[in-house]
């Protein structure tokens, strides 16, 4: 009995304890990707007490105690499979349209949601909110909710880091080793790489903080919140905490702020067991199982006919079992493979069978690669999908393959490479104990740093002065610059100096000359 009491208190002495908090939740997109990880967050916090008043287009089902839904699906829809393929080969390769994408598709939701009812009805009621959290995606027009509440501000980042993301709590970001989130460079870049990455790097930041939460966003932010509420980049500089989908171990070693943590994995549940038809199919691969998925967001059935025969007539070739993700069936499949609409694939990895990923590259479904150890072959579509495959690529436990490449040679040999070499599945466990090895679990680590604001009614002190600097000063563009001024003054006064010494020379000496003569 004593020694349960002593197991007791060592537990009591463990834990942190803090009064249940409100917390408003602002995560409205449609894109599954964009719920999947934050509402991992919010069921955890749900359970330890805290209220949540949750804005998104996925309400629970069935609901959940602590967790008060309010519905905007209605707002633009559920987006599941909705991407045409001719988007992705067309629109979606330019970088510039990309990062114009993610601002209107943002600022059309915040547009459409601020004149939901139960949006204005949370301004006009009494009612106080000791957290506020929303996703840094694109424009950033819910913030506002923070100021109106006078609660701390704590963002989610379900990709990897952003230039605009880590400058807003003054997080270091040199272009000179650190690729932007599209970038395919090594590693140890060249000069002209470092160049081209530099020029991005100061295109996102510039372009981020005047088009995506600039006039426009601040009108929309002001629809709401009134005509008195600050712009919206004065709010995003007093974020308390930023929950990062990354892990170092993923891209390559990042300075942080302690206010900046990641959290990657922390979508990943515990297996549960497969539907029986799955159990059976995978149980009965003898050479192994691969899955082949794009992900949630592209229509796979949009692709050119002749490149889904292409995926057909390579699937029939190989000795494994092929688990294939697709929007219907599909006719005349070979006996080895599987279509469904959808798979549980968190739970498909586990199984000791799995072989192969042929994924995009989202950042989610790489995530769970790593985490079971599974290699890949990687076909990015577009944005930092590129940046995930090709780091995979130089880590040695993915190949990649071009969206314009899809041939039946072509994915032939890619999956014959990962296969038949089995330092792929090597370097992939090898990297899978690296991101394994970290003192607490994803979740925990959100969850406790949530609290810590909580406690602290907001976490200014862990935010470094970098943050209240302009850019100039940051870049110490002022101290550089008065540098300068002082070695131009410098040298004006030597040229001077040494110009009139030398015609006091010059003019002794012509003296001399007259004086001898």
Not at 486 to 500: D, E, P, Q, R
Request: glycine share 4%; net charge positive.
């Amino acid at each position: 009995m004593e020694f349960c009491y002593k197991l007791f208190f060592i537990f009591l002495s463990s834990v942190y304890f803090i009064q249940a908090a409100k917390i408003l939740a602002f995560f409205p997109l449609g894109g599954a990707s964009h719920f999947n990880i934050p509402e991992v967050i919010f069921k955890a916090l749900a359970a330890r007490g805290h209220n949540i008043t949750l804005v998104s287009s996925y309400p629970q089902r069935p609901p959940i105690p602590n967790i008060n839904d309010i519905d905007v699906s209605s707002a633009r829809g559920t987006r599941k499979n909705s991407l045409p393929f001719e988007v992705v080969q067309t629109q979606l390769q330019s970088t510039r349209r990309n990062f114009n994408f993610i601002a209107n598709v943002s600022r059309t939701y915040c547009d459409i949601v601020f004149d939901f009812p139960e949006i204005k009805n949370l301004l006009n009621r009494d009612k106080e909110f000791d957290l506020v959290m929303t996703e840094i995606f694109g424009a950033d027009c819910a913030v506002g909710f923070a100021w109106k509440f006078k609660a701390p501000l704590v963002s989610i980042l379900i990709s990897r880091g952003t230039p605009w993301s880590l400058n807003r709590i003054g997080n270091p970001s040199n272009p000179s080793y650190l690729h932007v989130m599209h970038s395919d460079f090594p590693r140890k870049m060249n000069f002209i790489q470092r160049f081209i990455n530099s020029y991005w790097y100061l295109y996102f930041s510039f372009f981020y903080y005047y088009s995506h939460n600039g006039e426009i966003t601040d009108q929309i932010s002001r629809k709401l919140f009134g005509e008195d509420v600050p712009p919206v980049n004065d709010i995003v500089y007093n974020t308390s905490l930023i929950l990062v989908n990354n892990h170092y171990t993923l891209d390559q070693p990042h300075p942080l702020v302690p206010n900046y943590v990641e959290v990657a994995g922390i979508h990943i549940k515990k297996p549960k067991p497969l539907p029986a038809d799955i159990q059976k199919f995978m149980d009965e691969a003898e050479y192994g199982v691969i899955y082949f998925s794009l992900g949630s967001l592209v229509r796979l059935s949009s692709l050119p006919n002749e490149t889904i025969q292409a995926f057909k007539d390579t699937f029939a070739e190989l000795p494994q079992k092929v688990l294939w993700k697709f929007e219907h069936e599909l006719k005349d499949i070979p006996s080895n493979v599987m279509i469904g609409k959808w798979f549980p694939q968190n739970d498909i990895f586990q199984h000791p069978n799995m072989k192969l990923f042929i994924s995009h590259g989202g950042n989610s479904g790489s995530i769970e690669a790593v985490h079971y150890g599974i290699p890949m072959v990687g076909i990015p579509l577009f944005f930092d999908q590129h940046r995930i495959i090709h780091n995979f690529v130089e880590k040695g436990v993915a190949v990649r393959l071009g969206i314009n490449e899809l041939t039946k040679n072509n994915i032939l040999s890619c999956i014959k490479t990962v296969i038949n070499d089995e330092g792929y599945a090597k370097r992939m466990k090898e990297l899978s104990a690296l991101f394994h090895n970290r003192p607490l679990k994803p979740l925990d680590t959100a969850v406790y740093w949530i609290e810590y604001v909580i406690r602290h009614k907001g976490a200014f002190h862990l935010r470094t002065a970098a943050s209240t600097l302009s850019w100039y000063q940051y870049l110490l563009l002022d101290v550089i610059a008065f540098l300068l001024a002082i070695f131009i003054f410098v040298m004006l006064i030597l040229k001077i100096t040494f110009k009139y010494i030398y015609k006091s020379i010059k003019n002794i000496f012509s003296f001399e000359k007259i004086k001898t003569n």
